[in-house]
């Protein structure tokens, strides 16, 4: 391992495939390929590099990934995986047209809380009518303390950037959400040297989308201390690593009710003199919140592979 400590480091700004780009701490950037048969970096990775060849266009291998702080899995619409790694927060963003699912809200918060990772929920698009019944169906997220910051960052891109500022500034933050939630758009209005590719999609035309499909490194300005992660729209989170007996812990409305089971080993499902099933009876879990539950923990039960 110390061999390498000699050796430059970089951070991991762009991964696709077998080429991942590393900016140096002067703001370079060298296209690096990893030098064993996997590639093990991710974006947010800080790497010690070894430069090959000369002059312009030269291009770098990579030696060694640094311990991490945090690593997050997730698994995007084309079902190949990417990660992203020391992050300080995760923005989930959602909107009711495309109406957000809360079974993918709810895995994200997840996995966000297993990797350790503070979360929040943007809830965007409040311009448009179906914003009522959205807010709705966010509540039971409100009411079990995560922050949810509403926004129209097209509409009114003026307060949603007063709003997002002060939560991102010296910061780095992955933005996730289903494509077509505006992560893009968010990107664009907060990291002016961005230019992510937003889609508008035409209803005549289906073509033409410019859905994002790499996991990108953004500086929000010069002085290079907060970024966002741009990702593409999701469909699913691996969470085959989250231990099932975990799952309770990871569900802030459930983990407030744990401890009042009549058994130990209460699993929440049938066991009688369970306290959150009698919380779910009371109104105070929300029946969506315990489906989701018992549809998880069905997952992590099944053999792993
Ligand atoms: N009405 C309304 N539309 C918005 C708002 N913000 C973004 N949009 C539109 O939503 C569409 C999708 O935005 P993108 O930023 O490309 O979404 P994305 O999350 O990056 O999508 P993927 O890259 O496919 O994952 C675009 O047509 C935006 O113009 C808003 O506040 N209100
Ligand atoms: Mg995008
Ligand atoms: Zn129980």
């Known amino acids: 391992m110390a061999r390498f400590e000699a050796l430059d480091i970089g951070l991991v700004v762009a991964a696709h495939?077998?080429?991942?780009?590393?900016?140096?701490?002067?703001?370079?950037?060298?296209?690096?390929?990893?030098?064993?048969?996997?590639?093990?970096?991710?974006?947010?990775?800080?790497?010690?590099?070894?430069?090959?060849?000369?002059?312009?266009?030269?291009?770098?291998?990579?030696?060694?990934?640094?311990?991490r702080r945090n690593l997050l899995f997730r698994q995007d619409e084309m079902r190949s995986k990417s990660f992203a790694a020391n992050l300080d927060q995760i923005l989930m963003l959602v909107s009711g047209e495309p109406m957000f699912s809360e079974s993918q809200l709810t895995r994200a918060l997840v996995a966000a809380a297993s990797a350790g990772i503070e979360a929040r929920i943007g809830f965007n698009k409040i311009d448009l009518p179906v914003a009522a019944p959205t807010r709705e169906r966010l509540r039971p997220y409100t009411a079990m303390g995560t922050e949810v910051v509403e926004l129209a960052l097209k509409a009114d891109?003026?307060?949603?950037?007063?709003?997002?500022?002060?939560?991102?500034?010296?910061?780095?933050?992955?933005?996730?959400?289903?494509?077509?939630?505006?992560?893009?758009?968010?990107?664009?209005?907060?990291?002016?040297?961005?230019?992510?590719?937003?889609?508008?999609?035409?209803?005549?035309?289906q073509a033409g989308r410019h859905t994002t499909t790499t996991?990108?490194?953004y500086w929000l300005d010069e002085t290079r201390t907060g970024a966002l992660i741009d990702s593409p729209g999701f469909q699913e989170f691996g969470m085959r690593h989250i231990d099932a007996q975990q799952l309770p812990a990871l569900m802030p409305d459930l983990a407030a009710h744990l401890g009042h089971c009549r058994f130990y080993n209460c699993s929440h499902r049938h066991e009688p003199g369970c306290g959150v099933r009698a919380a779910v009876e009371a109104g105070q879990i929300s029946p969506s919140r315990y489906?989701?539950?018992?549809?998880?923990l069905d997952e992590l039960a099944q053999t792993r592979w």
């Open 215 to 217: 996991t990108t490194w």
């Open 17 to 67: 495939g077998r080429h991942v780009m590393v900016e140096t701490p002067e703001g370079q950037r060298v296209l690096c390929h990893p030098r064993g048969k996997k590639n093990e970096a991710v974006v947010g990775d800080r790497v010690r590099w070894m430069p090959v060849g000369a002059g312009a266009g030269a291009e770098g291998v990579i030696e060694q990934v640094e311990p």
């Open 291 to 296: 489906r989701l539950y018992g549809e998880i």
């Open 157 to 205: 891109p003026a307060g949603a950037r007063a709003r997002l500022l002060p939560l991102l500034q010296g910061r780095v933050t992955l933005v996730l959400g289903p494509s077509g939630s505006g992560k893009s758009t968010l990107i664009n209005l907060l990291a002016p040297l961005a230019r992510a590719q937003v889609g508008e999609i035409s209803q005549a035309l």
